[in-house]
Nanobody, 120 residues
Framework: QVQLVESGGGLVQPGGSLRLSCAAS????????MGWYRQAPGEQRDLVAL???????NYSDSVKGRFTVSRGNAKNTVYLQMNNLKPEDTAVYYC??????????????WGQGTQVTVSS
């Protein structure tokens, strides 16, 4: 069974940094996309950043230049380095795994979420 485990959230002052980690385990297709989404209270879950198995990345405009998504040396691991954090970054951050088997079957998995709070 596929499991995603996140860590690294916490409380940080504006301008500070955090590094989130996510490790996926189980029977996972090698060609996949992993990424980070976030959800603030009363709002929808939105994309923060994603990275393909080939290393291509995409970022939300609100985090470009401040956040960096990367894959670890261990397969199916992903990190989110968050610098110059702002109060508007406060949210629950979720790790995501997404892949297709053939043209018809899609698998999507989510981590449990980790709270990031940016406050003085």
């Amino acid at each position: 069974q596929v499991q995603l485990v996140e860590s690294g959230g916490g409380l940080v002052q504006p301008g500070g940094s955090l590094r989130l980690s996510c490790a996926a385990s189980g029977n996972i297709f090698r060609d996949n996309t992993m990424g980070w989404y976030r959800q603030a209270p009363g709002e929808q879950r939105d994309l923060v950043a994603l990275i393909t198995s080939g290393g291509s990345t995409n970022y939300s405009d609100s985090v470009k230049g401040r956040f960096t998504v990367s894959r670890g040396n261990a397969k199916n691991t992903v990190y989110l380095q968050m610098n110059n954090l702002k109060p508007e970054d406060t949210a629950v951050y979720y790790c995501n795994l997404d892949y297709w088997l053939g043209r018809r079957t899609r698998y999507v998995y989510w981590g449990q979420g980790t709270q990031v709070t940016v406050s003085s």
